[in-house]
């Protein structure tokens, strides 16, 4: 398999995070179910607002009835790679609380922002035990909550492909030379103090 080399952030992040790549190659794998859950209980153990935990997680994995209704939602892009990949999970959440003062239910406005500290620790604890991840967006939204059967208060925001990594070579030519880790913006383009600076 090819090897690529260290990715260099020009500070003390630690490998844990810069290890962490999102390849489409995968070889045709099966992950046991308890495989599986073991990743996804990283995710139970995110912080959330008030610890809320408005995430769920709907899962495939290959080999299974569902596995191709799952990948059918992806648009055909994803759908090309995805299809050797081991599980396919779809990332939910609550947009709404129960209020501590009726129980009656109330926005839960970041939702969103505690639903990807899950996913990111899900893709983390997976690259730790020798898989590899890639979060996708592209696929039918619609299809997708109504296949997931999730009720209306729940928005799906994107999925997530584990699988083993194969080589690029696996891929179709137009894909081949970006199967390699990216790289990112520079960190005075992304935080600044006191104020926010437009970048040009």
Do not use: C
């Not at 844990?16 to 308890?34: D, K, T």
């Not at 990283?42 to 899962?59: D, L, M, T």
């Amino acid at each position: 398999m090819t090897s690529f080399p260290e990715r260099d952030p020009g500070s003390s992040v630690v490998p844990l995070i810069l290890n962490r790549w999102s390849p489409r190659a995968f070889v045709p794998a099966e992950i046991a179910q308890q495989q599986l859950l073991d990743l996804l209980d990283a995710g139970r153990w995110a912080p959330s607002a008030y610890n809320g935990q408005p995430w769920r997680f709907v899962y495939a994995r290959r080999g299974t009835a569902a596995w191709e209704r799952f990948v059918s939602w992806l648009i055909p892009f994803n759908r090309s790679w995805v299809e050797n990949a081991s599980a396919l999970v779809y990332v939910a959440s609550r947009t709404v609380t129960d209020s501590a003062r009726d129980g009656e239910p109330v926005p839960a406005p970041s939702h969103a922002f505690d639903a990807g500290a899950a996913a990111v620790l899900i893709q983390l604890q997976a690259n730790q035990e020798g898989w590899s991840t890639h979060p996708v967006s592209g696929f039918d939204k619609e299809l997708a909550h109504a296949g997931l059967e999730l009720p209306e208060d729940y928005v799906v925001h994107a999925a997530i492909v584990i699988g083993r990594r194969g080589d690029g070579e696996l891929l179709p030519e137009n894909l081949r030379a970006r199967e390699v880790p990216s790289s990112r913006a520079p960190l005075n383009t992304l935080a600044f103090e006191d104020r926010f600076t437009q970048n040009s």
